[in-house]
């Protein structure tokens, strides 16, 4: 079973400041993907990655498959990216199913 | 249309009830997924349906029944809960085996049993 590890656990930050988020797995995926999930429940998937980066606004992906890890950054981090960032992991290309890092608590500050 | 919706929002049941958990998704996908997240835990898989057949179950207990009566709809009954089961319930879908294969999920039930 992949064993999926974030880091940092908690990031407090001030408003502006540009977040680094990392993730690595122990065993070889399909695809990663970053979530973000606010207070009482609902996950937005943010990227998918199998490669390379993606970038969609203020939020950049990597990944780099050999040597299993990803970062997620976020420029001109403002109050409302606070949230709970979550990395997860696909092991085959169907219907299987995810496995969670346990998340990264960001708080961004006036 | 991009939403995976869940009903109820919140359901609070007795460990001698029997409910139901409802998700259903309009996006042609055909995999289904069950969720289970504790507090300040992350989720944790529970079944999959991949064309409306049970393809993957985690070793979830007999308590749990998974349902999937069609490509857009996906249930989840349960009886006889336990306290520890409180929770909250996620359902995602996806179109599997496409380069584009995001889970996209639902904002959840959240359980609770007494």
């Known amino acids: 079973k992949n064993e999926v590890e974030q880091s940092p656990q908690n990031l407090t930050a001030q408003e502006g400041e540009f977040i680094t988020i990392n993730c690595s797995y122990s065993v070889g995926i399909s695809a990663l993907h970053w979530l973000q999930q606010h207070p009482g429940g609902g996950i937005v998937s943010l990227f998918m990655?199998?490669?390379g980066k993606k970038k969609h606004g203020r939020l950049i992906a990597t990944i780099n498959i050999q040597e299993k890890h990803s970062s997620l950054h976020i420029t001109a981090s403002h109050p409302r990216d606070s949230a709970v960032y979550i990395c997860a992991v696909r092991g085959g290309g169907g219907a299987d199913g995810l496995t969670f890092g346990k998340g990264t608590h960001l708080i961004i500050q006036p | 249309d991009t939403e995976v919706t869940q009903t109820p929002k919140h359901l609070v049941m007795g460990m001698t009830n029997k409910k139901s958990l409802k998700c259903e998704q309009h996006m042609g996908h055909r995999a289904m997924y069950w969720y289970k997240q504790k507090a300040k835990k992350p989720p944790e898989l529970m079944f999959v349906?991949?064309?409306?057949?049970?393809?993957i179950n985690e070793s979830v207990p007999s308590r749990f029944s998974p349902e999937c009566p069609n490509s857009s709809l996906l249930n989840l009954h349960l009886h006889a809960l336990q306290p520890e089961d409180s929770a909250l319930y996620l359902c995602a879908s996806s179109q599997p085996g496409g380069p584009k294969n995001i889970q996209y999920f639902g904002a959840g039930t959240r359980l609770s049993v007494l």
């Open positions: 349906y991949s064309y409306e057949k049970l393809s």
């Open positions: 990655l199998s490669s």
